[in-house]
């Protein structure tokens, strides 16, 4: 049947949901703003609510508790779940998501690739590194199984698009697929200045590729400066300890929606370090309630942090300094000059400009 006289619903299939992170939050406006159906490879106790979402929601309950084990159950479930009725528009957002494509070749098909699998590609060494002799060939059997189905899955796209002109980069290294930039959505009428308070924070997970280690030791050395450290993670236990004894440093563990908004409007500045990101989505909604942002000078942050403006990129090859040498010199000053280019900068990534850009697809 051809596309155009299919009913107009829409499906939208995600990985699946595990935290509060900025592809599930994207995947959850998609849903509510399209009246869409979601399917899922698994809805965890530590994510948003989804309930209220208008659509139909399918879960797969396909997650395995071992890394590898997990992507091969995603990509198994989402290549063995039949349609469970014809979807206009399908909606692709994960790793395994897309290979559920062989059931949908008659709907419109688009991929919001957040990045191409950096286990498969870029960061397959380093993966493969922090594995013992004996997952090593269970590593290499799993890229060797996944890969080719991956890559024809995403060639079946009728469109490709993507959250970062650097992820786009890598798309087109990798996969040799042109694709197109839609920056992520943020809500930004959610997050407010409050007011200039005292304190600088840190709203990443709790994993090495987010650097909070550098930020730990960098306040260390600067006792009279202040750092909160919000979110959770698999390192909370040991950034804890390395923090231990430093009263100006402060732990909150996950935070309601609510305290969160509390702690950024109220903050500072924000600190972002992560290695390699991708877009990342707590530099906009800091700026959306006005707050400057201290971040990586690299990856797509260079396209939402605007040195000098709206924050202050931190120099990769000498990290710790650097970041020492900003927070030092920011001050309340500082925080109230860059307050209007930072919402007005957040406003370039609010979710109605977001939602007009993506139906162009539909």
Not at 76 to 89: C, E, I, L, S, Y
Request: with cysteine; hydrophobic share 35%; proline share 4%.
């Amino acid at each position: 049947m051809p596309k155009s006289a299919k009913q107009n619903n829409t499906l939208v299939i995600h990985d699946l949901f595990q935290i509060k992170g900025g592809g599930e939050r994207l995947v959850s406006i998609l849903c509510e703003q399209l009246q869409a159906d979601l399917l899922t490879g698994h809805i965890g106790q530590h994510t948003f609510q989804l309930d209220q979402l208008p659509g139909k929601i399918t879960d797969l309950n396909a997650l395995g508790n071992i890394n590898g084990i997990k992507t091969w159950r995603l990509a198994r479930a989402f290549k063995n779940h039949p349609p469970q009725n014809n979807h206009q528009n399908v909606i692709y957002s994960g790793v395994a998501a897309p290979l559920a494509v062989k059931h949908h070749l008659e709907s419109r098909n688009i991929f919001y690739c957040h990045t191409p699998p950096r286990f498969v590609y870029d960061k397959k060494s380093y993966y493969q590194s922090q594995l013992n002799i004996i997952k090593k060939p269970l590593f290499k059997a799993l890229i060797n199984w996944f890969r080719p189905q991956y890559e024809q899955a995403v060639s079946q796209m009728d469109h490709v698009l993507t959250n970062s002109k650097y992820v786009q980069n890598r798309i087109k290294k990798h996969l040799g697929i042109e694709s197109t930039v839609i920056y992520p959505p943020c809500e930004t009428q959610s997050f407010k200045w409050r007011s200039d308070g005292d304190y600088f924070l840190s709203l990443a997970r709790h994993d090495s590729l987010k650097r909070i280690d550098v930020i730990i030791e960098a306040f260390k050395a600067m006792p009279d400066k202040k750092l909160v450290v919000a979110s959770g993670g698999e390192m909370t236990a040991e950034l804890k300890q390395a923090a231990a004894g430093h009263d100006n440093i402060v732990f909150t563990g996950w935070l309601t929606e609510a305290n969160l908004l509390k702690l950024l409007g109220e903050c500072l500045a924000t600190i972002y370090i992560p290695e390699d990101e991708d877009f990342g989505m707590s530099p906009v909604e800091s700026m959306s309630a006005g707050k400057a942002v201290l971040c990586s000078d690299h990856g797509g942050l260079l396209e939402s942090v605007i040195h000098g403006e709206t924050g202050f990129h931190i120099d990769n090859n000498n990290l710790k300094t650097s970041l020492t040498e900003h927070v030092k010199q920011f001050d309340r000053n500082q925080a109230l000059v860059m307050r209007p280019a930072c919402e007005q900068r957040a406003a370039s990534f609010d979710t109605q400009r977001f939602m007009k850009n993506f139906k162009k697809f539909l």
